[in-house]
């Protein structure tokens, strides 16, 4: 009795969220209300972007928010976008965090280290590609006249250092970006890698372009080029020079997960290397060529997990898409399970996102290029602009199958738990509870409002008072209130 005394308590705080942020939407804004939504937009909508890499050959931005002192509001994720030029290269390094790719325009190669060689994938537009933490990767834009653009999500590891929310390991580089084998002493590193000091020294200062360099064209000739240009013999012959690269047996236990002399043998020598290991490595998977998991008339959604995708436990992270006709809605409901990030790909739409007191967080329009995050638990909904199309992908903190709570619609929440105790939370009769839970017929994606919709109905005095009181009533629960989830 005591459980279900809970849920009820629960399901009324949502709905009056769901009564707040409807409400809020059309109503007039008040001064504190304005105020409120204006603290919940910059909490939750991400549009600070500052540069971690910029060159002339390409571009990565981090958006940066999700965190505010003194609050439990707090982001466990970065959001990036990689935009690199025709012919161009994302020089070799590795990250303390693990890295999740979605490629959104273009055609790149990805090639990384998988057990201990080097495994290369062709990714296309709609391609999902997990890179583990402290395996050594490069991306490459091969395809002229054609940039690539690819958003990606950095999860914020325990063991990350924290400098940037994670920290890029390069091991190509020369002046700029430094290679991390430059910090070791000149001759402890000449004597490892069995070259004279003075090759090393050219070695790891002939680079100064930037993390994103040129591979061909008018612009300077770079030394990524010219190694991935030799032939395979010169390229075995020349690492061997440089690496002194033996065929030596290495204790299984003594293995790290990639080491630098294999490292750079497979990039050196891939043609044979790649083609003995790519059949073992994981495969892309195309987001695009899914086929929707839900789909009305409406719109679609596609949702992507471990159970889909295996490769998706490295990053522990889950993947989705959303589509929604012009002036649809994705219904309000709630991620018990994770935390959801979200960035608009086509079109134009509302974000409106509730506080756990029923009291809107944020209602804000959102266009191409924004990110938004939702904290797990609190309730929020999609609404596209009438004048076209809303499409938005994502992430979410969970790799395991997500199970969102609608709150209305056919077969939601509303619809499960009316009866006596549900209608008595609410102050009405079950008879119009029931008017209520069976007014809506569509689910999950639910259809765009009509003229003679409540959305323009005007409340009146006694009716917008009753609605003020109820809303204070929920709201003098505050932030005290807990859920009751582990």
Request: charged residues 20%; proline residues 5%.
């Amino acid at each position: 009795m005591g459980k279900r005394n809970s849920l009820l308590l629960l399901v009324v705080v949502l709905f009056s969220a769901l009564v707040a942020s409807v409400g809020g939407h059309w109503r007039e804004r008040e001064e504190e209300g304005s105020e409120q939504r204006t603290q919940g937009e910059k909490w939750f909508l991400l549009r600070h972007l500052h540069d971690v890499v910029k060159t002339d050959a390409g571009l990565m931005r981090l958006v940066k928010g999700g965190y505010s002192r003194g609050t439990s509001f707090h982001s466990p994720m970065r959001i990036g976008f990689i935009s690199m030029e025709p012919n161009s290269l994302f020089i070799p390094q590795y990250l303390d965090s693990n890295l999740l790719l979605f490629v959104h325009h273009g055609e790149a190669r990805v090639g990384h280290i998988y057990g201990d060689v080097l495994a290369e994938r062709g990714l296309k537009p709609g391609d999902v590609y997990t890179i583990p933490a402290g395996s050594a990767f490069y991306l490459e834009n091969r395809v002229e006249n054609q940039r690539l653009h690819i958003i990606c999500s950095i999860d914020v590891t325990s063991e990350s250092m924290g400098w940037h929310a994670f920290q890029s390991f390069f091991v190509g580089g020369g002046i700029y970006p430094t290679s991390i084998l430059a910090g070791f002493d000149h001759t402890t590193l000449s004597t490892a890698l069995n070259v004279s000091t003075a090759e090393l020294s050219t070695f790891l200062t002939r680079q100064s372009s930037g993390p994103i360099v040129h591979l061909s064209g008018s612009h300077h000739t770079h030394i990524w080029s010219k190694f991935l240009a030799q032939e395979p013999h010169k390229r075995l012959a020349h690492l061997k020079r440089i690496a002194n690269f033996k065929e030596e047996t290495i204790p299984k236990e003594e293995e790290s997960t990639w080491s630098l002399r294999k490292f750079l043998f497979t990039l050196l020598n891939r043609e044979d290397v790649v083609e003995r290991v790519n059949h073992k490595a994981p495969s892309a998977y195309n987001l695009y060529n899914r086929k929707a998991d839900f789909k009305n008339d409406y719109g679609w959604s596609k949702k992507l997990d471990e159970s889909n995708y295996p490769p998706l436990k490295i990053s522990g992270n889950g993947v989705y898409l959303v589509n929604l006709s012009p002036g649809s809605m994705m219904a309000p409901h709630v991620n018990p399970t994770a935390i959801e990030y979200g960035i608009v790909l086509k079109g134009t739409g509302r974000v409106q996102i509730v506080y756990p007191n029923g009291t809107l967080a944020m209602n804000a329009r959102v266009r191409e290029g924004d990110v938004f995050w939702v904290p797990r638990y609190f309730p929020f909904c999609q609404i596209a602009s009438t004048n076209g199309p809303f499409e938005f992908f994502g992430f979410t903190t969970s790799a395991r199958r997500n199970h969102q709570q609608f709150l209305v619609g056919k077969n939601s929440l509303m619809q499960s738990l009316r009866g006596p105790e549900f209608a008595a939370a609410f102050g009405i009769s079950e008879k119009r509870l029931k008017r209520i839970a069976n007014a809506q017929s569509e689910q999950v994606i639910l259809p765009s409002s009509s003229p003679a919709s409540p959305h323009h109905y005007k409340a009146t005095e006694p009716e917008r008072k009753k609605m003020v009181k109820f809303e204070k009533m929920i709201g003098s629960f505050g932030n005290d209130l807990i859920l009751g989830f582990d």
